[in-house]
């Protein structure tokens, strides 16, 4: 199985006759434009299997939900620094910081280091 990836706008041929083009991304969807004569049919995948037909042996299921990572680097490092800093010394007593620095700890818990942390010794 030929495996392409393809940049918003690019497009690839299938024969002479169908061209694919890759609009754009949204979320986890992305929308393809197919330009193909009517005499060859084009359906989505849960179309043919809900109307009876198989399912290609070549179509593998992906996984539904990918866990997506913030690229750490120093300045990340740096900032989260910086929002501990000022938090610590905003008024403790005010519901509205000890939210956000619950927040904040929920997301970057404090006692270990974030992903691919840089440390600054």
Same mark, same amino acid.
């Given at each position: +199985?030929?495996?392409? %990836?393809?940049?918003q706008?690019?497009?690839? %041929?299938?024969g002479t006759?169908v #061209?694919?083009?890759?609009? =754009?991304m949204?979320g986890?969807?992305?929308?393809? #434009?197919?330009?193909?004569?009517?005499?060859?049919? #084009?359906?989505?995948g849960?179309? *043919? /299997?809900?109307s009876?037909?198989q399912? $290609?042996?070549?179509?593998?299921?992906?996984?539904?939900?990918?866990?997506? /990572?913030?690229p750490?680097d120093?300045s990340?490092?740096?900032?989260?620094?910086?929002m501990r800093t000022?938090?610590?010394q +905003?008024?403790?007593?005010? &519901?509205n910081?000890? %939210?956000?620095r =619950?927040? *904040?700890?929920h997301i970057?818990?404090?006692?270990s280091?974030? $992903?691919n /942390?840089? &440390?600054?010794?």
């Open positions: +199985m030929l495996c392409l %990836t393809l940049a706008g690019e497009y690839l %041929t299938i006759d #061209v694919v083009q890759f609009d =754009r949204s986890d969807h992305c929308k393809l #434009v197919i330009q193909a004569p009517r005499e060859i049919p #084009v359906l989505r849960e179309v *043919l /299997e809900r009876g037909g399912r $290609p042996a070549c179509v593998f299921d992906a996984p539904r939900w990918r866990k997506r /990572e913030i750490w120093r990340k490092a740096q900032a989260l620094a910086a000022l938090l610590s +905003m008024d403790g007593g005010d &519901s910081v000890r %939210t956000l =619950r927040q *904040l700890n970057f818990p404090p006692a280091k974030g $992903p /942390e840089i &440390s600054n010794g």
